[in-house]
């Protein structure tokens, strides 16, 4: 029974750690986009600001298991397959998305604006503003909105057991809840409970390092 628990745990584990990785890559363009297209931003653009707005709206509006049964088609045709591990990153990538971009979004205007205006009174162009300016200023709010991602998507993941998705939410389901036996359960949510505690703990030590080290605690 202890490898399968294992077993669960790493599926869940690898399930999150490449939605999560996944969604960081598509989801920090898009809240840069949001953020550089606003009206005082350094490259505004009112059509394309309103656009992805309310396309990350719609997509952060809708709940999980509804996605996740409502992208069925797209996830059999990406990975071959509706059900398992594979299956299941990609509603959790989807739905992760939206959630990172409105992260980065809010660190990115975290921004001293006079360190922004400092840079273009310098010449600085907007390619120099996002990479050298924003993107660094931000980093430790990037980097605690990216656990918070990893952390929310561990939540999901259990969802995703609803649809055989593989992982500690499937084992619950079909161990635990289809057969009565709440030992198993119980044991899922303690291991998914210690997940949780052990990154949110990890990046808020990371988070930490990286005030303390530009004096900012």
């Known amino acids: 029974m202890n490898e399968t628990y294992l077993q ?17 890559l598509l989801g920090i363009p898009l809240g840069i986009l949001l953020v550089v297209t606003e009206k005082a931003g350094v490259l505004p653009n009112r059509l394309v600001n309103s656009f992805l707005a ?3 709206n719609i997509f952060r509006s809708i709940p999980f298991i509804i996605l996740l049964v409502a992208i069925l088609p797209l996830t059999k045709l990406l990975v071959g397959s509706r059900i398992g591990t594979q299956a299941a990153i990609v509603p959790l990538t989807v739905a992760a998305i939206p959630f990172v971009a409105r992260i980065i979004e809010a660190s990115l205007k975290e921004v001293d604006k006079g360190i922004i205006e400092a840079a273009r009174a310098m010449g600085a162009t907007p390619g120099q503003i996002i990479s050298k300016v924003l993107l660094p200023e931000a980093l430790p709010g990037l980097l605690l909105g990216i656990i918070i991602t990893f952390v929310t998507l561990i939540g999901y993941s259990a969802m995703a057991g609803a649809v055989g998705g593989g992982g500690l939410g499937d084992l619950a389901i079909r161990e635990g809840y289809m057969r009565n036996n709440s030992d198993v359960t119980w044991v899922t949510v303690v291991v998914l409970v210690a997940m949780v505690q052990v990154f949110q703990s990890l990046g808020d030590w990371l988070t930490g390092r990286i005030r303390k080290r530009r004096g900012l605690v």
């Open 8 to 24: 669960a745990t790493w599926e869940t584990f690898y399930m999150v750690i490449a939605a999560t990785g996944l969604s960081t």
């Open 54 to 56: 309310i396309a990350v």
